[in-house]
């Protein structure tokens, strides 16, 4: 596991997932409450990845060309990045818009229908 991801596990679940993961977290929030379209999550998650790279080689002694580790990194950063900007999205279109929408779990919403029905939305 350690040959695919360019390094060990505890530096991969420290730097990666918390620190730029939480980075990504803010991202996909930002990207979301300022109505920015979710494929710009792939650009800014890719820059995300080279900086989590290059960290990992400059603290840890990571391999810098790792294209696997990269790819890897940079799926699990666009990951909390997208579902970031889905909560928040959600979040918005119930707070903005109370009297067409309602929450539907954690990532959606639905319109509120005045027969008492609900149709679903996102």
Known sequence: MEQLLGTSIPV??????VLFGGAAFMTGQGMASKWRPMRTAFL??????LG???LLYALFGGELLSVTGYVIHTAVLTVICIAAYRM???RKMTKQ?????????????????????????S
């Open 52 to 54: 989590d790279r290059f």
């Open 44 to 49: 800014y998650t890719a820059l995300l990845g």
């Open 88 to 90: 928040t999205q959600a």
């Open 12 to 17: 991969f679940i420290g730097l990666t997932v």
């Open 97 to 121: 818009y109370p009297w067409l929408y309602e929450r539907s779990g954690l990532f959606g919403w639905r319109e509120k229908n005045s027969a008492g029905g609900h149709a679903a939305v």
